[in-house]
T-cell receptor, first 114, second 113 residues
Framework: KAGVTQTPRYLIKTRGQQVTLSCSPI?????VSWYQQTPGQGLQFLFE???????NKGNFPGRFSGRQFSNSRSEMNVSTLELGDSALYLC?????????????FGQGTRLTVV | GESVGLHLPTLSVQEGDNSIINCAYS??????FIWYKQESGKGPQFIID?????DKRQGQRVTVLLNKTVKHLSLQIAATQPGDSAVYFC????????????FGSGTQLTVLP
C-alpha cells in the first residue's frame, strides 16, 4: 500500500509569489491534515479536510488556503509569500477522520522563500 | 522581530540502555495522545498512541505512560538502538482524534555506541 505522497519535495520561490503544494493520501483515507514545521515554531496545524470540506483551521493568516478533491487528494496554497513562510510543509492522512486513529505523514515539501 | 529557534531538549543514552522521554501537554481536554519519531529529512512516523482512559500502553520495545493529573506523558524505549536516534514528538488531540494534533517541541535522542 503506497504511503502519503507529497509533491514537490523541494521548492524555491521568491517573496510575493504564490505556491501550490500537493498531497495524495493513502488509498481509502478521506481525511487530510496539513502542518507547517519550522525551527522557530515547531509543528503547527494549518487545516484539515474531510470529504472535500475544511473541518478545522489553525491560527494562520488567510494567505494560507487549501482544498480537497473528490479523490481525497489535497492541495494547499500560499499566496504573497513571505520569508517566514520558509518551512517544511507536512500532510497527514487519516483513515476515516474519526476517533482515535493515527495520522500517517508524508515526507513533506521543503519550501524556501528567497 | 526575529524568530528564535525552539530550545530542543536533548537526551543521550548508551546503546542497550533504556530511554525515557518526557512531555508536558497543555490541554486538559485532550483525550488522545500520540508519540511520533522524526528522522532527518523525513516526516513524523507513528510510534504509539494512548487514550485518556488508559494510563499505560505497551508496544514493541516502547511504553507510553499518561498522567492526566499533572498533564504528563512519557515514552520509554527499551534496549535503545542506534536506529532510535531521532527527534521524538508528543502530540495531543483536543478533538479526540488524530485529525488535528497539537505537537510538543520535541526531544532529540542520540544513541551513543
Amino acid at each position: 500500500k503506497a504511503g502519503v505522497t507529497q509533491t514537490p519535495r523541494y521548492l524555491i520561490k521568491t517573496r510575493g509569489q504564490q505556491v501550490t503544494l500537493s498531497c495524495s493520501p493513502i488509498s481509502g483515507h478521506r481525511s487530510v491534515s496539513w502542518y507547517q514545521q519550522t525551527p522557530g515554531q515547531g509543528l503547527q496545524f494549518l487545516f484539515e479536510y474531510f470529504s472535500e470540506t475544511q473541518r478545522n483551521k489553525g491560527n494562520f493568516p488567510g494567505r494560507f488556503s487549501g482544498r480537497q478533491f473528490s479523490n481525497s487528494r489535497s492541495e494547499m496554497n500560499v499566496s504573497t509569500l513571505e520569508l517566514g513562510d520558509s518551512a517544511l510543509y507536512l500532510c497527514a492522512s487519516n483513515p476515516m477522520g474519526g476517533m482515535n486513529t493515527e495520522a500517517f505523514f508524508g515526507q513533506g515539501t521543503r519550501l524556501t522563500v528567497v | 522581530g526575529e524568530s528564535v529557534g525552539l530550545h530542543l531538549p536533548t537526551l543521550s543514552v548508551q546503546e542497550g540502555d533504556n530511554s525515557i522521554i518526557n512531555c508536558a501537554y497543555s490541554n486538559s481536554a485532550s483525550d488522545y495522545f500520540i508519540w511520533y519519531k522524526q528522522e532527518s529529512g523525513k516526516g513524523p512516523q507513528f510510534i504509539i498512541d494512548i487514550r485518556s482512559n488508559m494510563d499505560k500502553r505497551q508496544g514493541q520495545r516502547v511504553t507510553v505512560l499518561l498522567n492526566k493529573t499533572v498533564k504528563h506523558l512519557s515514552l520509554q524505549i527499551a534496549a535503545t538502538q542506534p536506529g532510535d536516534s531521532a527527534v521524538y514528538f508528543c502530540a495531543e488531540s483536543p478533538l479526540g482524534s488524530a485529525r488535528q494534533l497539537t505537537f510538543g517541541s520535541g526531544t532529540q535522542l542520540t544513541v551513543l555506541p
